[in-house]
Nanobody, 115 residues
Framework: QAPLVESGGGLVQAGGSLRLSCAAS????????MGWYRQAPGKQRELVAT???????NYADSVKGRFTISRDNAKMTVNLQMNSLKPEDTAVYYC?????????WGQGTQVTVSS
């Protein structure tokens, strides 16, 4: 089984909301800092939000106030609630888990925001 499995992408109109989920193994969920990144066509992959094991969060300026990263301990998922979506949020979103020199990536989930 893949270490990280994303779900929840799709097509939404501008101003709408989507919720992405990243399911992780127990070890990764417990020990790794988690994050969401995105890559739009023709652009480099960029950080969207991160969440440490201690609960500290960090957001890209472009999503502050609109996106929220959180953990669901019962389901062992890391979620990204995306509100007030804009066409420029269109990208493939990737879940990442990181600890020291180890890093895992999910397969990516497409988010498309229509104007």
């Amino acid at each position: 089984q893949a270490p990280l499995v994303e779900s929840g992408g799709g097509l939404v109109q501008a101003g709408g909301s989507l919720r992405l989920s990243c399911a992780a193994s127990r070890t990764i969920f417990s020990l790794y800092a988690m994050g969401w990144y995105r890559q739009a066509p023709g652009k480099q992959r960029e950080l969207v939000a991160t969440l440490t094991t201690g609960g500290s969060t960090n957001y890209a300026d472009s999503v502050k106030g609109r996106f929220t990263i959180s953990r669901d301990n019962a389901k062992m998922t890391v979620n990204l609630q995306m509100n007030s979506l804009k066409p420029e949020d269109t990208a493939v979103y990737y879940c990442n888990a990181r600890r020291d020199l180890n890093s895992y990536w999910g397969q990516g989930t497409q988010v498309t925001v229509s104007s």
